[in-house]
């Protein structure tokens, strides 16, 4: 079982759609990140928990609603998205926050029509 | 927040060739981590190195903080080591990691 799991591996949606990402890690850390990457970009931070308490949301459009009901699930749901936020949506872990490795998941490939 | 630059953006071998990628940043970082994407999208950690140097099998990285830049040697290059490599760095140990554009390698049978 891998330490990171995230479902679903791809995802398409239409802009009046509701959907939402799942992030679950099997690693006993305490901080959980989504980040997103677009092509020919570098991976954006969208959100951070640190002991399922938001402390970083890097000026994300409100579309995106994260969710951490505990320290081994992230969740970010999704709604009225535009074509544009069509990207790889990587959910990551890590011991403490910011100061030791981090662990990705697969991913979500999200597309919008 | 800090600059990454990457070099070389893009990276062609044969199998069985040494290389060497190099991450600058523009102010000393206390966080530095590097990465492996597969084609599949997967992003494995391979170092947390804010300092030094440390090996694993046929990878290598080292870190000068001072001198804002970390490289990562990778020897007797394999096609499974083909995809996107990245860096990242924070300016203390719990800021914000800010990654690299990458170095999209390919290696040839």
């Known amino acids: 079982e891998t330490g990171v799991t995230q479902t679903p591996r791809h995802l398409v949606m239409g802009m009046t759609n509701k959907k939402s990402l799942k992030c679950e890690q099997h690693?006993?850390?305490?901080?959980m990140y989504w980040y997103k990457q677009s092509a020919k970009k570098p991976l954006e931070l969208m959100f951070v928990?640190?002991?399922?308490?938001?402390?970083e949301n890097n000026s994300v459009p409100s579309r995106f609603s994260p969710e951490c009901p505990n320290s081994s699930h992230l969740f970010l749901h999704l709604h009225t998205l535009q074509p544009e936020d069509s990207a790889l949506y990587l959910c990551?872990?890590?011991?403490?926050?910011?100061?030791?490795?981090?662990?990705f998941g697969n991913g979500t490939r999200l597309t919008v029509t | 927040g800090i600059q990454v630059e990457q070099s070389p953006p893009d990276l062609i071998l044969q199998e069985g060739a040494n290389s060497t990628l190099r991450c600058n940043f523009s102010?000393?970082?206390?966080?530095l981590q590097w990465f492996h994407q597969n084609p599949w999208g997967q992003l494995i950690n391979l170092f947390y190195i804010p300092s030094g140097t440390k090996q694993n099998g046929r990878l290598s990285a080292t870190t000068v903080a001072t001198e804002r830049y970390s490289l990562l040697y990778i020897s007797s290059s394999q096609t499974t080591d083909s995809g996107v490599y990245f860096c990242?760095?924070?300016?203390?140990?719990?800021?914000?990691?800010?990654f690299g554009e990458g170095t999209q390698l390919t290696v040839n049978p």
């Open positions: 990551a872990s890590s011991k403490g926050f910011y100061n030791s490795p981090l662990h």
């Open positions: 690693l006993g850390h305490n901080a």
């Open positions: 928990y640190s002991l399922e308490e938001r402390v």
């Open positions: 990242a760095g924070g300016l203390t140990s719990g800021s914000r990691l800010t």
């Open positions: 102010d000393s970082v206390n966080n």
